[in-house]
């Protein structure tokens, strides 16, 4: 091909045109091609091509290049960021949450415990890389959704980091307050911001934060999920006073102990728009300092309800007791999605009984997690009980579509009915291979191998084939549960 006698090869082309052709490719196939001369590289990250960036960073010094690179790049003009801070692999050897305990134990009232070296080295690489990402796109005008993770906070969750650990790496608080500031501009210079998620990002968020909001952004803010342990003490990222500026929320996620009941009445009155998703994150710590007083009672659900008629709740619970759990599940709550992760309580069948009876028309997602050091035996749910509370679940519950078990004594041939009551429309059966026991019934038929059967049972039931979970690290749901929280939280707001 020939123009005016001259030959046109690729690095000849309009900017305009390679742009175009680049719209067409994925993400991966623009980096290849960008590489056919440096005329393509420059158009590479042209502002239309890159509308969002997601990235998944491991906090590593490696990640930091990249990383620099793509926000130097995309920071100042990308309308969608969302950033995972993956501590992939948590150092062990004096560092673990137990370690933490035992050591603070030895080291005497006063006295910090020895932290691992490398927490260290972790700790202080996750602040260079919030600071970075915070940097890049503190002038970014055109943002319209900021969404931060950071699952670092898992080691704080165990007691691991304290205020101690973090000043060894940041001397008199400066790099976090620099963060915080950092946070606090973003906020103040959006003027498209309709979508704020900021997840177990270790002191980012501050009580004070959401003010640097402008008035015309918070009427036009339509999600909002602020959850951060942290926080000492018992005090709240956003109150309900704060919240009367958020209109056209339509999606929120926050701790439960900061879900007041005069919060939920702010969310009732006719001003605001029907609320579709409200995901609350139950927490023994945050229970143990901030405590249920302020919970919302039955009435006030009955009244967001009413203006909220589609409203629907996610909620995850850790290590929360019983009795606490009794009084938090009101009756008139539109539960969806329940999630139970215990490392040192277990929950009870009398727990599960009354959600399989109060929330029978809504719920979807059953979770139940217990992460027991001690294999020798789990807690079983239908002792003492003519029926066992799974199996009723799954008959009362009729669009129950996930059920997942780890930790808890799941009899074959209780397995074999929750399979037979849902049927096919039961998409997701995960139930770890140890859970699972067989009374002494089926061991005893020497005809017949109790495992082959259960297997071609459930699958019988399901309408598929189905297997028990063999290795519980392949599934996040059971070892990564902040993470998978977060990640579930946004799908499920995103599904309005």
């Not at 948590?90 to 932290?115: K, M, N, Q, T, V």
């Not at 002038?139 to 980091?161: A, C, P, T, V, W």
Request: overall charge negative.
């Amino acid at each position: 091909m020939s123009v005016c006698g001259e030959a046109v090869g690729a690095g000849s082309l309009p900017s305009e045109l390679v742009v175009h052709i680049f719209s067409f490719l994925a993400g991966p196939d623009r980096l290849r091609a960008s590489a056919a001369c440096s005329h393509w590289r420059e158009c590479l990250f042209y502002p239309a091509l890159w509308p969002r960036l997601r990235l998944s960073l491991r906090v590593s010094p490696a990640e930091r290049p990249r990383l620099e690179f793509l926000m130097r790049k995309c920071g100042w003009f990308v309308r969608e960021l969302r950033v995972q801070f993956a501590a992939d692999n948590y150092p062990s050897g004096g560092g673990g949450a137990a370690a933490a305990g035992e050591g603070a134990a030895a080291a005497g009232d006063g006295e910090a415990p020895p932290l691992c070296p490398r927490w260290l080295d972790l700790l202080r690489t996750y602040l260079e890389l919030v600071l970075c990402v915070l940097n890049s796109v503190r002038n970014n005008r055109n943002l319209q959704k900021l969404s931060l993770f950071g699952d670092i906070s898992i080691l704080q969750q165990h007691g691991s980091i304290s205020n101690t650990y973090l000043g060894k790496v940041d001397p008199d608080g400066k790099k976090i307050k620099q963060i915080q500031q950092l946070f606090e501009e973003i906020l103040g210079n959006s003027r498209q911001l309709k979508w704020l998620s900021c997840g177990f990002m270790l002191q980012i968020v501050t009580p004070t934060s959401l003010s640097s909001l402008s008035n015309p952004i918070a009427n036009t803010m339509e999600h909002l999920s602020l959850l951060d342990n942290h926080i000492p003490g018992n005090t709240t990222l956003i109150t309900a006073v704060e919240l009367e500026r958020f209109v056209n929320l339509r999606s929120l996620a926050l701790d439960f102990c900061d879900f007041t009941a005069e919060m939920a009445r702010v969310l009732a009155d006719s001003n605001h728009v029907p609320l579709h998703r409200l995901s609350l994150l139950v927490h023994s710590v945050s229970i143990m300092h901030k405590s249920l007083d302020n919970m919302p009672e039955d009435e006030n659900w009955k009244a967001l309800t009413r203006n909220s008629t589609n409203l629907r709740v996610y909620i995850m619970a850790f290590d929360v007791k019983s009795d606490d759990m009794l009084r938090i599940l009101k009756p008139s709550i539109p539960l969806e999605r329940i999630h139970f992760d215990s490392y040192i309580t277990c929950v009870s069948g009398a727990v599960v009984d009354l959600i399989s009876r109060q929330y029978d028309k809504f719920l979807t997602h059953f979770i139940l997690m217990n992460d027991v050091i001690d294999m020798s035996g789990f807690p079983d749910l239908s002792d003492n009980r003519n029926e066992d509370p799974l199996v009723l679940l799954a008959w009362r519950c009729t669009r129950l579509s996930l059920l997942a078990v780890h930790g808890y004594t799941v009899w074959a041939h209780n397995l074999i009915a929750i399979a037979r009551l849902r049927g096919s429309d039961l998409k997701v059966l995960e139930v770890t291979e140890e859970s699972i026991d067989f009374d002494q019934g089926e061991l005893a038929d020497q005809d017949v191998d109790p495992v082959h059967n259960l297997i071609e049972q459930v699958s019988l039931g399901l309408g598929r084939p189905w297997h028990a979970v063999m290795d519980i690290e392949l599934l996040s749901v059971f070892t990564e549960p902040t993470r998978h929280f977060y990640r579930e939280m946004q799908s499920f707001s995103e599904g309005i």
